[in-house]
Nanobody, 123 residues
């Protein structure tokens, strides 16, 4: 089993900053990529940013220049530094990881999700 535990959400004023963390644990052989998605009330879940094990990143246009994703491969942890936050960034943020596990000599590639952390940007 693989678990993703997120932390760092909260309430912040417009223009402020928050840093989200997500640590993966369990029977992990390797992690291909990790990322952050978000879902606001009434909206579909959308990609925020992703990062591969090699460090390649991808960002949604709405967060480019404001958010930075980073990763500590040794700790199986991904971070999202969010600066210049706007009210429209308000959402539940979910961590995602594409993980390779191995059992009985076989390898499995599955996508895993964290429980979500609330980010609210309001004055």
């Amino acid at each position: 089993q693989v678990q993703l535990v997120e932390s760092g959400g909260g309430l912040v004023q417009p223009g402020g900053s928050l840093r989200l963390s997500c640590a993966a644990s369990g029977s992990i052989f390797s992690i291909i990529s990790m990322g952050w998605y978000r879902q606001a009330p009434g909206n579909q879940r959308e990609l925020v940013a992703t990062i591969t094990s090699g460090g390649s990143t991808n960002y949604a246009d709405s967060v480019k220049g404001r958010f930075t994703i980073s990763r500590d491969n040794a700790k199986n942890t991904v971070y999202l530094q969010m600066n210049s936050l706007k009210p429209e960034d308000t959402a539940v943020y979910y961590c995602n990881a594409n993980v390779i596990t191995t059992t009985g000599g076989r390898f499995y590639d599955n996508s895993h999700w964290g429980q979500g952390t609330q980010v609210t940007v309001s004055s």
